[in-house]
Structure formats: C-alpha cells, structure tokens
C-alpha cells in the first residue's frame, strides 16, 4: 500500500517522497455546481458507482432503469427485470453508439436485430431450449425478446429512456472497461460482448474480434466529448479507468497481461481527452483500489470488488466534487 490517507487539495502533491514520507495521496479539488444530476454509464464498475452514489445521496442516477417496463414473459434488459437497474457498456465505441442511438444521431436502422437460436426466455431468464428463436439487440448487454417486434419495442423504450437522461443530467460519470471488442465487420457496429452465449446463437462469417486502437479510442471518446457539450457547454465529465479486471480475454495474451494492457491504453487516453475542456475530469479510482491490492476484491474471484470499498471511494468522489477542501481521511 502506498498510501494510506486522501486529502482533497487545490495543489496535489508532486513529489515521491512526500507521498512516502506522509503516505497521503492528494486528490485535486473539482468544484462542480451543487446538486449534481448524475448520468452513469460504463463498465460494470459503473454499477458499483450508481449503486453508491445512490445510497449516499439519496437520489437515483440517470438513466434511471426503473422507468423501463419490461414483460419478464416476453423481454430480457440486462439486470433490470431482477431489480439491478443498471445497463452494462463496456467499451468506449459501445458508449458512443448508445448515445448516439438514444438522440437519433445515429439510424436506428443502422443496429438491425439479430436471431438467436436454441434459446427461450422464461421468467425473465434465458433457458437453452431445441428449436427455438429469439431475438437479440446485440449492441446492448443482455437484451432479449421473444419476437422481432417486442424487441424494437424494447429498444426503442431502451433509446428514449436514455435519451431523457442525457438531457435531464449535468455531471456524467463514464467508467471504461476494456478495449478488446467484437464487431459486424460489414458495418463496422460494435457489439456490447460477444453476441451469443452459452454455446449457442449466433454466426456470422462478418464477426471479427481486434482491440481498439489508441487512435481509434481518443477519435470516439472526442465525438462523445463533442456530443456531452454540444447539448449544454455547463455540462461536467468525470471519467475514470475501470478496476475491474477482465472476465476473459479472447487474445493470445495471458489475461494479465492483456488486463494490464487494456488499462493502460484506456488511462493514456483519457489523459489525451482531458486536455480538450476544462469540464473533462479524471476521477482515479484505478488507482485508488490498485493501492489497496487483493483488498479491493473479493475473496471468492479476487474480481469483483467489496461494497465497503467502492463506497469509500464515492465518499472520496463526494468530497472532490464539493467547493470545500477537508481534511485527510483514511
């Protein structure tokens, strides 16, 4: 551990030594407007964020998933019909099409559904069954019908759910996972995973898996910037690095090594971004769980991290975002 306090200051610390002579880590001071609307979208860290955030403000984040109904006897959206009002986006391109989608920048005849065989939905859940259809909105984690027109149906409320929430929201927190991504390589669309799961689905000779580039992150990440402004110049965009580690990795790396490498490129593009307006900030919550170690996660999967720690980190968060410094907490 190299630190074992944060202060919230308007002059971080410079120096090594000092940040070993006081294992005090300085967190610069953001001074955002009070009452912030949050709009959280990202990596599964990014529920760990809403969640905290949540229940320490005591409000409810954008998008606020409890305003989409789903028919858990027809329809799948991720977690939300098991009461986890979250929606998962893991790489920087699936962000930027789902703003994209939801404020009709993009067609949405451009994101076509596509036919999952071998699988039903029963209770909410998907269940391996012969001969069987349903319909997969692949651009999005985990969403489902049972017909092509319950699923159009569902994005569609999906688009205008989010599109509400961009335009309700003034502090936008964007966690990035990873960079190792799956597309329609006919369209150049990007899907949210891998579509097709439990050893069934969906085939296509146009699926190709890559990594994203460093170019190619700072190009969408940019428009994503552009398009936050362009609705309101006042908006705040907070961006942090996922410390989740990948589940997998579909290179030939081993996953440590592609995690690290994921990571790394996400953290130097964002320092890239950064620098284009004053109301682009990082939040480093990366390396606030690397400085706690396996003590961030989990014991069952050193994986998924603690509920105790993330919201150490979002009280943390909280402070950084008010007008006042406070003193060193640990």
Known sequence: MFFNQIAISKKPNKKWSVLFKKKMFTLRQLGLEENPKF???????????????????????????????VDTTQEIADTIQIGKFHMNHYSVGSILQEFTR?????????????EIEGLNIIDGLKVQEKNSVIFQDPYRREVYAKTLSKLV???QRINELVKSGIYASNVFIITLGLVEIWEDSSTGNIFNQFPGYLGVGYNSKNLRFRRASYAELVAQLSE?????????E???????????????TFTNDDVFQANT??????RSVVEEIRQLNPRIHYFPSYEMAMNLGSEFFQDRDLRHAKTECVDQIMKVFLRSISRQESEPTG
């Open 234 to 248: 006042e908006n705040a965009v907070i961006i942090s690095v996922s410390p989740i580690p990948l589940q997998l």
């Open 224 to 232: 994503l910037m552009r398009i936050i402004f362009e609705i309101n």
């Open 261 to 266: 490498y994921s990571k790394s490129l996400l």
């Open 102 to 114: 939801a404020l009709g920048i993009s067609e949405e005849l451009n994101f076509p559904p596509i």
């Open 153 to 155: 149906s569902l994005s």
């Open 39 to 69: 709009f959280c979208i990202g990596s599964c860290f990014a529920e760990y964020v809403r969640t905290s955030l949540e229940s320490q403000t005591g409000t409810h984040c954008f998008p606020d998933y409890r305003n989409l109904q």
